[in-house]
């Protein structure tokens, strides 16, 4: 299970963090990432980090502004946003995968959190 947490309401420019909480396995054993999805909008990946080494992989989108980083004792992910846009507005879902990929096909993706608003709004 995966549980989201740290949306909210924050203006242009401003910065949130958002939590992922795995329970029932071992975050670190998995490549895991971040999706989000606005609406009317198909969901989108954003960041994902390896198992193997720990590398990182994140959307031209937010390069520069995001990173996604874990932290093992607490079987925790975690996406740091910075320099919030008005279009990264969207549902930040976290998810567990067979390999990092932005694309959301359900055959590499086997948890889904609930996922976490993150509106930003002048």
């Known amino acids: 299970q995966l549980v989201e947490s740290g949306g909210g309401l924050v203006q242009p420019g401003g910065s949130l963090r958002l939590s992922c909480a795995a329970s029932g396995f071992i975050l670190d054993y998995y490549p895991m990432g971040w999706y989000r999805q606005a609406p009317g909008k198909e969901r989108e990946g954003v960041a994902c980090i390896r198992a193997s080494d720990g590398s990182t992989l994140l959307a031209d989108s937010v390069k520069g502004r995001f990173s996604i980083a874990k932290d093992n004792a607490k079987n925790t992910m975690y996406l740091q946003m910075t320099s919030l846009k008005l279009e990264d507005t969207a549902v930040y879902y976290c998810?567990?995968?067979?390999?990092?990929?932005?694309?959301?096909?359900?055959?590499?993706?086997?948890?889904w959190g609930q996922g976490t608003l993150v509106n930003v709004s002048s």
């Open positions: 998810a567990r995968m067979e390999v990092c990929s932005f694309v959301p096909n359900p055959r590499n993706i086997n948890v």
